[in-house]
């Protein structure tokens, strides 16, 4: 067989085959023939390695260009989705679905572009709702976590301090922990609006804004003072399912937030002031009053909100301020994320011209820690 021809195995077989006759001749032409075949083999074994290993390279550089291509299209695809999602022609396809009742032809529409056999929601919108919480001025404080189902968290209700350990004194005493246990356990918060016909022609962004802004911060407020009246609710010393509140008795005086800043725990670090504007009101006229010789709020920021009643207004014992660190001790669980779902229905009030739009959201809001929180309350009238 002609040498160019021959296969590696071929090679190699005829290679061990000549050695084999080598040992075995006694003629020293023979020996010098076989020598001489046996360096044409080698020189063609060299040559297809080197082939072989040329191929190789050839291939892993082909796969390795293949792989990159695969990527940089899925990529692109990425990108294609989140383009398409927030163009004009998406948006208006999703404000008609939430106004259609997510008829199949809108919905196979947006799910056929986006790919993945769901709807995906422009980021416009998702900028709606996200902003809602973020925006607010007490919610923004609160930890957020998005856990399915009932969220258990434990707070300490006792423990001893760390100790100084002499070299050669005596075994320190064992810490006796006490432990809690918060269960979130999440609600769904809704809101109901009724809005014209003229409302529902609205087109697209117009529409989504409309509709998602009044909801969620509907939903977002309801949220803030569900975690507000948690907080009033406390009790003064710790149990095996709630964190305690400390309480001061004062009215709107000079030294009143003073006072409730010395019964927090030395965890709660980015304290602020929570009450009804016109308690606020209150404490600033208790501050004219003496003529601005200190700040009445001792430089906290203060979150005015009627989830808690006025001072004037208040009878005894009423907690009417709250002085704590939000992102300390409180948390929010939201199960299915931040989104807010929506339902329509044209057929209750058609014969008014009026649609009814349900916003949904899916939350559960706690506090979390003993000592976070200071619930300041009403003295005695007069």
Known sequence: ??????????????????CELEAQSESADEIKAFADELAELKERKAELDSLETRKANAEELNNGAKAKIIEERKEEKKMDVKEFRNTPEYIDAFAEYIKTGKTEEIRSLLTTNVGDGTVAIPDAVYDIVKTAWEKSDLMSLVKKVSIPGNLKVQFEISGSDAVVHLEGSGAISEETLSLGIVTLVPESIKKLVKISDEVKDMRGLAFLNYIYDEITYKIVAKAKAILIGKIAALPTTADATHPYAKQVKAGAAIGTIAQALGQLSDEATNPVVVMNPATWAAFKVAGYSAYFAQDVFEGLPVIKTTALPALSGAAENTVYAIVGDFGFGALANHPNGEGVEIKFDELTEMDSDMVRILGREYIAVEPIACGAFVNITAPAAG
């Open 1 to 18: 067989m002609d040498l160019k021809e021959m296969t590696k195995e071929q090679v190699e077989s005829r290679m061990a085959e000549i």
